[in-house]
């Protein structure tokens, strides 16, 4: 556009000089006509442009250089992902095993002080962050209960010391009357052979024969009777007619119910089972609650770091 107007400009002044050839300077005139048509005309050098430079290309790269970004960025992520699910993992399998507490110790050893029975808390013998030693007792639970499931176990017992005390001397009775009735079965034997004899005979009567076979069938009936008696009552003295009432499995099971009863007797008493700190846990603002078999349900509980 430039070229064009130039070129205009030239062609007009041209034109000029023209008209005036026939004033007194037309000779000069003229030749400076002839310098501009001499003069070269000077085009502005047309260079090629890059692709790249043109404003419409700029745009153009513009709005593809967004998408490699996203591309970039995306794969970015993709390889950050099992980084991040490895790490989610460690997270998982180390932080969630450990406890954090409120207390004033860093990273302390710490251990619920608990019982396996249920019962009343009656006392607490310590303070909070008290520092016990090995064996003092903590707290203890109402003991009523457990006295009185204790002495029924031993009342249990002396009862089934009793009971095999009497199985015995049955059995010693039952052998006794077996041995009785074994000699009228044996008499009643005798009768009866004596009665056949005579039947055949004609010495004595058919009814004397028949009352001698019924009192010999009804006598050896009860010694059946008295010998199944007698067998049975072996069995219950486990086989052993002159075992030991400390023996007897009835005995050591009722001992066995003693032994547990004093067990959760004892553990009416809850001590310490090494030196620490005791720090005591109220759920209630009541020092009594209810403790169930290891589990805090109430009130009360201790720990030790």
Same mark, same amino acid.
């Given at each position: 556009?430039?070229?064009?107007?130039?070129?205009?400009?030239?062609?007009?002044?041209?034109?000029?000089?023209?008209?005036?050839?026939?004033?007194?300077?037309?000779?000069?005139?003229?030749?400076?006509?002839?310098?501009?048509?001499?003069?070269?005309?000077?085009?502005?050098?047309?260079?090629?442009?890059?692709?790249?430079?043109?404003?419409?290309?700029?745009?153009?790269?513009?709005?593809?250089?967004?998408?490699?970004?996203?591309?970039?960025?995306?794969?970015?992520?993709?390889?950050?992902?099992?980084?991040?699910?490895? !790490?989610?993992?460690?997270?998982? @399998?180390?932080?969630?095993? &450990?406890?954090? /507490?409120? +207390? *004033?110790?860093? $990273?302390?050893? %710490?251990?619920?002080?608990?019982?396996?029975?249920?019962?009343?808390?009656?006392?607490?013998?310590?303070?909070?962050?008290?520092?016990?030693?090995?064996?003092?007792?903590?707290?203890?639970?109402?003991?009523?209960?457990?006295?009185? !499931?204790?002495?029924?176990?031993? @009342?249990?017992?002396?009862? &089934?010391?009793? /009971?095999? +005390? *009497?199985?015995? $001397?049955?059995? %010693?009775?039952?052998?006794?009357?077996?041995?009785?009735?074994?000699?009228?079965?044996?008499?009643?034997q005798i009768n009866y052979n004596r009665a056949?004899?005579?039947?055949?005979?004609?010495?004595?009567?058919?009814?004397?024969?028949?009352?001698?076979?019924?009192?010999?069938?009804?006598?050896?009936?009860?010694?059946?009777?008295?010998?199944?008696?007698?067998?049975?009552?072996?069995?219950?003295?486990?086989?052993?007619?002159?075992?030991?009432?400390?023996?007897?499995?009835?005995?050591?099971?009722?001992?066995?119910?003693?032994?547990?009863?004093?067990?959760?007797?004892?553990?009416?008493?809850?001590?310490?089972?090494?030196?620490?700190?005791?720090?005591?846990?109220?759920?209630?603002?009541?020092?009594?609650?209810?403790?169930?078999?290891?589990?805090?349900?109430?009130?009360?509980?201790?720990?030790?770091?």
């Open positions: 556009m430039l070229t064009s107007e130039k070129i205009d400009r030239t062609n007009n002044r041209a034109d000029e000089l023209r008209a005036g050839v026939s004033s007194p300077n037309s000779s000069s005139i003229a030749h400076k006509v002839s310098e501009l048509r001499s003069e070269p005309r000077e085009l502005p050098s047309i260079r090629p442009v890059d692709p790249a430079k043109r404003p419409d290309a700029v745009a153009t790269g513009d709005q593809k250089s967004p998408p490699a970004r996203i591309q970039r960025v995306r794969w970015t992520l993709f390889a950050l992902l099992p980084i991040a699910a490895v !790490a989610g993992a460690y997270w998982y @399998a180390t932080g969630g095993k &450990i406890m954090s /507490t409120d +207390d *004033a110790y860093v $990273q302390a050893d %710490k251990v619920g002080i608990s019982t396996d029975v249920s019962g009343i808390v009656n006392d607490v013998d310590v303070r909070d962050n008290q520092h016990v030693s090995s064996g003092q007792i903590l707290y203890r639970l109402d003991p009523r209960q457990f006295q009185i !499931a204790l002495d029924n176990a031993k @009342a249990n017992l002396a009862q &089934i010391g009793l /009971t095999i +005390d *009497a199985m015995k $001397q049955d059995y %010693k009775r039952m052998l006794s009357d077996a041995a009785a009735e074994q000699a009228q079965v044996d008499l009643d056949s004899t005579l039947l055949r005979s004609g010495a004595v009567s058919q009814a004397t024969y028949d009352s001698a076979n019924y009192n010999l069938l009804n006598n050896k009936s009860k010694l059946q009777s008295l010998q199944q008696q007698a067998a049975t009552q072996l069995a219950r003295l486990a086989g052993n007619p002159d075992i030991e009432t400390t023996q007897h499995p009835q005995y050591l099971q009722a001992k066995a119910q003693v032994d547990e009863a004093q067990r959760e007797l004892d553990h009416t008493v809850v001590r310490a089972p090494f030196a620490g700190n005791q720090r005591t846990f109220h759920r209630t603002r009541q020092v009594s609650g209810r403790l169930g078999h290891g589990f805090q349900s109430g009130g009360h509980r201790s720990f030790l770091g």
